[in-house]
């Protein structure tokens, strides 16, 4: 990574935390209110070992249920275009799934898979599923007609034509919906478990808040907001090697 | 053999006639040219012979015949008729050598028996075999989709509008170079569509004219020039504007000469 592309945002930073804190500190804002900078570090450092611990429950549920997201997305989408009458069923009901709010979905999934990471893994998975199955769908349907036509005059077979010109075709749109989806599932993974949970960021957050300990809810949404931010760019990176033929 | 042969050809889209009692053929070693105005039906021609029409058009009725050495568009074997599209149709994520194997790769010969390195040399892209094709020029491009079609030897090549996004300097490279391959027996026959009089007087024995829509044959110039046609400083043989110019009025007067 070059020098100012690491540079350039952590001088931004800096500057903003120390005009944060000096401007907190001359208004007397209240704790209760927004903590300064410099408390929300001091919360962050006492709490470490349980906020990271909490941090990996969260991690794991997001990881797996993005995982399952991917896997429901490219079925649906491929199912779709091999069955293309399959599509007036898939597409509506993927549609009526992913706007069910999670609301009045939460207790039926509390209720039937207990309190455990499960549900929040089904929430993550509706959450995201969605833009990788359209992203997809819509990428199987980018290749030129005259792409196509050349395939028919090889007498290309309908594998083929899927193996060798669909898939390929659909990978910058894959890679597009992944990239929407995956910055959802940590947030879609805390939503969850502050529907109901025994751990994860989720109850780290509910517990700050019921013991008024603002500083530590800070805490919870820096580490909440860096778990984001590494997991896409972690995904960037993964998606830049794996796919270094599109690039 | 005829390469080609269509007899009484009518194409019809729901309740438009697209082609009319069209006939035609293209003999082995030939390089036949079909000229027309904008929606005449010659690019549908092209594709009813390899069955895309109907084959992709749900909406198409077919009447007529048409027979690829002797057989129907259905029957003809793998690999016998290629087409070389307008766009270029590489595919982005593949190199130029892996986009003129992937013809091979589809109809199950072996990509790797030396035919590779030959094509790129014919084409002038060797040293850009592994650049993917954004990193070529428009004409670079239309080469190495040229090649594409010529590595897997077919008896017919249909090209429609090949050069037509072209420059115009770019554009009587490409004549040269195919007219190159045809001299060297890489293009055997072919059916060129074609807007250019000129396009079609350099790389055609014959000049088929084409009416409006529904497109019929009103005419046919048989074009008894020497090759090359265009000479190695680039310069066009003698009598070369005379012939266009027959063609031209044929186009002008609707076949009335």
Known sequence: ?247 | MNALGIQDLTVRFGNLIALSQVSLTVQEHEIVALIGPSGCGKSTLLRATVGIVPGMVPTAHLEGGIDLFGKSPIERHNGEVDMVFQESCLLPWRTTQANIRLGLEILGRNANNGTLPTILEAIGLTDFANCKPRALSGGMRQRASLATSLVTHPKLLLMDEPFANLDSLTREQMWQLVEHLHLDDKIQAALLVTHSIEEAVALADRVLVMSERPGQIIGEVVVRLPRPRITPEGLLVEGFGAVANQVRRFIRHGGEV
């Open chain 1, 1 to 247: 990574m070059k020098r100012s592309q690491w540079l350039v945002p952590l001088v931004t930073l800096t500057f903003l935390l120390v005009a944060c804190e000096v401007s907190l500190t001359l208004a007397r804002v209240s704790t209760f209110i927004f903590p300064k900078p410099t408390l929300i570090v001091k919360a962050l450092v006492e709490n470490w070992g349980w906020i990271v611990a909490n941090l990996q429950v969260t991690a794991m549920e997001a990881v797996v249920g993005f995982a399952l997201s991917i896997v429901l997305g490219i079925t649906l989408s491929t199912v779709c275009l091999f069955v293309p009458q399959a599509e007036n069923l898939v597409v509506p009901f993927a549609i009526a799934i992913r706007n069910v709010p999670f609301v009045a979905l939460a207790p039926i999934l509390f209720m039937t898979m207990g309190y455990g990471p499960w549900p929040k893994i089904i929430i993550v998975m509706i959450v995201s599923f969605f833009p990788i199955m359209t992203n997809l769908t819509a990428g199987f349907a980018s290749a030129e007609v005259a792409q196509k036509e050349r395939f028919f005059v090889w007498r290309a077979t309908r594998w083929q034509m899927f193996v060798k010109l669909q898939l390929p075709s659909a990978i910058p749109y894959f890679v597009a919906g992944l990239e929407i989806a995956v910055s959802n599932i940590i947030i879609a993974a805390i939503v969850g478990e502050l529907m109901g949970t025994t751990k994860g960021l989720g109850l780290v957050i509910i517990m700050a808040v019921s013991q008024y300990r603002f500083p530590l809810l800070m805490a919870t949404v820096v580490v909440t907001t860096a778990l984001s931010i590494v997991t896409t760019w972690l995904l960037r990176q993964a998606m830049r090697i794996a796919f270094s033929p599109w690039n």
